[in-house]
């Protein structure tokens, strides 16, 4: 079992357990070109599901780390209840918003994510106000730049990987970039427990930290170790990538040598 309070940053896309059609082709995208074998959660077992990774992430994180989980809105409830019972302390309730969302008949288009930022202990918590723009830095128009981009509503587009291999869902580079210059420091360790393409591990190499993560769908991590050992953030559709064979069995990258 891992060392308790070891991890800088939790910063992580669990599973929304809303049978997600993975190979459906929304988003503009190629179902062809999007890797097979996303692992769903049941509903039913969904607030057990986030108690359970929640109460080890908890665990690993110390006193004075930060932790971000994106999720969406229809079970959001269950996320909350499993904060609550650990004790962790939230900071903001953040939404980001995207640029598109899937077209819906009968209701507004949801074209937002929510983003917890918890922590274990408040006073502790690092927190880099001018890693990204100085106080005086301003707009042509003359406003704050370091005041709007604190401010909890956060409009960062998706990303589009046209013609490239992907995972179902993945996070934007930028999004990870401006939750580890504001809340981690070089050589800090950032652990995702559903690490997917292995965006979190990506960008946090590329920024200079040292990462962690687990994934249970062996392309995923196939996909993920490749980009890492690669040094590529786009791997081409026409590379072979991992094994067809899809497993329960999680595996870990603990981190590779930072180039």
């Known amino acids: 079992m891992a060392e308790a309070n070891t991890v800088d940053l939790v910063l992580t896309d669990p599973p929304f357990a809303i049978d997600f059609e993975a190979q459906r082709s929304n988003y503009n995208r190629k179902g062809s070109r999007v890797l097979s074998g996303y692992a769903e959660i049941h509903r039913e077992a969904y607030l057990e599901f986030s108690r359970s990774w929640i ?9 004075s780390g930060s932790m971000f989980i994106f999720s969406g809105y229809n079970n959001l409830k269950d996320i909350l209840i499993a904060i609550d019972e650990q004790g962790l302390e939230t900071v903001n309730h953040i939404i980001w918003r995207y640029q598109f969302g899937v077209a819906t008949r009968r209701k507004f288009v949801t074209s937002h994510y929510h ?3 918890v922590c274990k202990d408040d006073k502790q918590r690092r927190f880099y106000r001018s890693a990204r ?3 005086n830095e301003t707009k042509a128009n003359g406003g704050s730049l370091r005041y709007e981009d604190m401010e909890d509503v956060w409009s960062i587009p998706r990303e589009y990987w046209t013609g490239r291999i992907k ?3 993945k996070l934007p580079g930028e999004i990870i ?3 580890l210059a504001y809340t981690t420091q070089p050589g800090d360790l950032v652990l995702d427990p559903f690490l997917g393409s292995g965006q979190t591990a ?4 590329l920024e200079g930290r040292r990462f962690a993560g687990f994934e249970v769908v062996e392309k995923y991590f196939n996909f993920a170790k490749q980009r890492l050992e690669s040094g590529r953030y786009l791997i081409d559709a ?3 990538v991992g094994s067809s064979r899809d497993s329960k069995e999680v ?3 603990p981190g590779l040598e930072l180039g």
Do not use: C, G, M, N
Not at 55 to 63: D, G, T
Not at 202 to 205: A, D, E, G, Q, R
């Open 167 to 169: 995972t179902p869902t």
């Open 133 to 135: 723009f100085d106080k």
């Open 251 to 253: 595996r870990t990258i």
């Open 115 to 117: 983003v917890l930022y």
């Open 55 to 63: 109460r080890e992430a908890a665990r690993l994180l110390k006193p």
């Open 202 to 205: 990506v960008v946090s190499k």
């Open 238 to 240: 026409k590379v072979e």
């Open 177 to 179: 970039r401006k939750i």
